[in-house]
């Protein structure tokens, strides 16, 4: 099945195609934390939500042996059940770490063998320019001297937008090269990032950290670094935006007033950010110079907590405010818990799930994606870059509508940003099942470092899945000749096909046409592996550049290595034309049919070269290719 799509950006179309995706998210290295469903303990009518409890005596003591007859609880005030209670405190009643200074020991590890999850977070709104070095050193000094094995930490800086530096690791060496990195970041220490005269970007912030960590498990602690003033009691609403995130992402806020003591500094900290601290759950460090002490106090105070688990019914006034209130029998006791929550209808987790998987796509991406995007053809100063992609798309018996955002970003600019919808046929044969998708597609981009992402979500789903490609477009050459490619691609007996639409007479498009048959697609190869029965595709552009010295005498040509360096498949040559017209750079491109049938199992090295007529190689790619049974 053939689609053409005129007048439709390329660019959209490329955005399309990965969102399509709908399977369970991607698997992550061993040392990072797995996102899991934020819905596992959800039904139709009630949510289980854990409110984390830490319970401290006057003397700033944790409490250990509390248990559940301990608790009382109320939320909206009416008393609610404790259904689960669960306790975790194997460091037992242990005092409060205190500011080190000069000459102090060092504290010893906090529970080594204890998993923890602490998020550093750096307000680049707030923390002057010459304040940021001095606080990532103090942030890798604390990292180095008191992280601990089991404890995960990811760093987030707070710009124009969330940005994860670092996704929850264990690797001490990985953290500490994310934070150096942030050193040397000009769009991190270079930029000045105004608060404007709502704040509204700065809290947006706040509460896409708070739907980032709702995917994944457990207690948690954000370490906020910041030197933030403002009223608190201005814009209560987005406060308790914040605030009603909490319960659920299982998270309080410990803010660290980072400009320590100095002269002119207010040394007590800050009333808003005191304000994050109560309302989460949190504790603020002011009149200090360690900034390791909120840090070194989170590892304390999750090594000892109490989460106490009731039944949220979700559809009894959804969107209301609700006070929490969690009191304790026991005297002389004090309790720290999030302050108030909210049932969030499904648009609106739709919607938090979109901004987390924007801020954290990782987190939600899907392994069957095959996607790339290759710079092919100079456009003056910029590259015509091919785009393609190809996955299962799961159909029932009717077409599918997807809703679809996606941005491109180089650097801190977004480039283009794209929010629509689209629909997807029903198989030909009108059964339930996969729909091999593939979108073909071409944009132009200046040279430089890209940042793609696509989210999807689906009416009546509220999981979202997102895709994150990296585009790495060179500097065009500007003079000799040159190989782009050659890209890889599987002939699929059935399945979609989505380009944007040429004018007829184009030759790439005649030349895909005469490929393919009727309801055929095609899988780009980002894995370089195809059977014996395959019918394969290669795509590559030869170009050369500069008004002088064309090689009239060169071809282009097409060669199968073995592994050990011999020949085993080699294509007839191509003449290499000389560029028409007065322009400075020209190409030739081709897209070839192989049959893998002619290639015996075995890997190889498939090379496209320019060579003189003295067999000398003025230029070539090579890449390679696994062929089995």
Known sequence: MRIAMKRVALFSLFLFAVALLSAPAAAQDDVQSQPVRSDVQETEKVRLVMIETLALTHKQVTVSDLTKDDFEMTVGGKPVEIDTFDAL?????????????????????????MDRKIILVFDYFSIPIQNRALVLDAAKWMINAFKTPAEEIMVVAFTDRLRIEQRFTKDKEAILRSLTRMEHDVTLWAREFGLGTTGQTYLENMAVLMEVLEAYDGAKIAVHFSQLVANPRTNDIWHWD???????????????????????????????????????????AAFTNDLSLTYRRAQRDLSCRYALGFYLETDDEPD????????????????????????FTDDQKREMRER???????????????????????????WDTLLGLHFPMPVGTEAVTINLKAHLRRGAKRTANVDTTIEIPARLDGKPGNQSVTVLGDTTLKPGDYDFTIVLSQEGNKEVVSAHVMIKVPEVPKEGVFVRGPVLARVVPEGVLIRKARDPKDEEETQLDKVLKENETIEPLVIHSISTSDKFLAYWEACFAGKKGFPSDAKIVRRFYGEGGEVTLELDPIPFRKPEGKGKMACQYALEEIDASKLPVHEYTLQVAVENSKGEVLDQMDVPLDVHE
């Open 89 to 113: 405190c194997p460091i037992g009643d242990l005092p409060d770490p205190g500011a080190l200074k000069k000459g102090d020991p060092m504290p010893a590890p906090m529970a080594p063998q």
């Open 242 to 284: 914040i605030a009603m995130r909490a319960p659920y992402a299982r998270t309080a806020i410990y803010p660290s007033w980072s400009a320590g003591v100095t002269v002119g500094s207010d040394v007590m900290g800050s009333r808003i950010l005191s304000r994050f601290a109560t309302d989460t759950g949190g504790r603020s």
């Open 320 to 343: 209301r405010r609700r006070t929490i209130r969690v009191h304790t029998t026991r005297e002389n006791v004090k309790l720290r818990t999030p302050e108030m929550i909210k049932i």
């Open 356 to 382: 987390a998987a924007f801020a954290d796509p990782q987190g939600h991406e899907n392994t069957l994606v095959r996607a790339y995007a290759m710079p092919m053809r100079p456009n003056g100063g910029r």
